[in-house]
């Protein structure tokens, strides 16, 4: 390129400037649903708390996340960990998308898991936040009882899009588990929320394509602002993975649970139905909890037997996940 080919270059393109910004995927259990913490974006769409970081003013990313999350919802955060780092160009679509940028948006994402989900702050007067259940964003990923209802048709329009293309088809083979050679895998959230995006199947991808005309498919799920859905996705996927390799399932309960408290909260984060007996020899062997002694008596049945957590720093362990033995 010369010297004329440049200044003529940038004359007819103007500059690309960059924004920081935070958003918190924020996990509890609320009314035995995993559930993420949202607020509500101009446009009246469900959105994740967000937040700019101003390099003046705020001294660590972690210390404005937690003002300005506190700041919209009334939550104040505890343990957070940072997720992503997202820096697509025309970062309001889940995908960059063609055209003149003029704003390139850098967000750092975090996970942060909560007991509180019934926080006596949230919907104070002058905030605007709620626990929507996850699983009303991702339809797709909820097992608990078999396949999804939408799945079927939703892997009908997905083998429409990809036609004859033998690469598209495997995709949806290896993310829809639609063979009998193919296992559903939960920790891949993620890449099923981009191959719905790509197919045209979910809002966000028709809104970033300015597409008017009426949906192929009704998913009756929950789009969100800019690119909310695609970074909650992505922790739902992390937050899956991690339930294996350590014991993060217990930053979600209480001081005390039954064992069929623990599973339920087990398969309402994997969207697994989980062998109850398997299930309970693979907590009773991590040695991560202890009988309290007292019992529950609201099971509508049997008092059960409570336990509380013991954590592995007592107990001289390494960290460990738990076994999710999923019953098919």
């Known amino acids: ?138 339809p797709w990923e909820d097992w608990r009882n078999g396949p999804p209802a939408i799945l079927a048709p939703l892997v009908s329009a997905l083998n429409n899009w990809a036609g004859s293309d033998a690469r598209k088809l495997a995709r949806v083979q290896s993310l829809f588990a639609t063979s009998e050679n193919t296992r559903w895998n939960e920790e891949r959230v993620l890449e ?52 294996k390799y350590r014991p993060v399932l217990f930053d979600l309960m209480g001081e005390e649970f039954t064992l069929s408290n623990l599973q339920a909260a087990a398969e309402a984060v994997s969207g697994l139905s989980l062998h109850k007996q398997n299930f309970r020899r693979g907590v009773e062997r991590t040695g991560l909890v202890t009988p309290t002694g007292r019992f529950a008596t609201d099971t509508g049945g049997r008092p059960a037997e409570l336990f509380g957590y013991v954590g592995p720093d007592n107990i001289g362990a390494s960290a460990s996940g738990l076994t999710l033995p999923w019953q098919r």
């Open 1 to 138: 390129m010369t010297d004329g080919d440049m200044t003529a270059h940038s004359a007819t393109e103007a500059p690309i400037g960059v924004r920081i910004g935070l958003s918190a995927v924020i996990i509890a259990l609320h009314d035995r649903q995993a559930a993420v913490l949202t607020t509500h974006a101009p446009d009246g769409s469900h959105a994740l708390p967000f937040g700019p970081f101003d390099p003046v003013r705020d001294r660590t990313f972690e210390l404005a996340l937690r003002a300005f999350v506190t700041a919209q919802t009334g939550f104040p955060l505890g343990f957070v960990e940072q997720l992503y780092t997202f820096g697509d160009i025309g970062r309001a679509s889940p995908r960059a998308t063609p055209g003149p940028v003029r704003a390139r948006e850098v967000s750092v994402g975090y996970l942060t898991l909560t007991r509180d989900s019934a926080s006596p702050q949230l919907g104070q007067s002058g905030q605007d936040a709620r626990w929507t259940p996850l699983f009303d964003i991702f």
């Open 192 to 243: 099923r929320y981009e191959l719905l995006y790509e197919a045209g199947l979910v809002e966000e991808s028709r809104r970033d394509h300015g597409r008017d005309d009426a949906p192929s498919l009704v998913l009756n799920d929950l789009p969100m602002a800019s690119d909310h859905r695609r970074i909650a996705a992505t922790g739902l996927g992390r937050l899956r993975s991690k339930l």
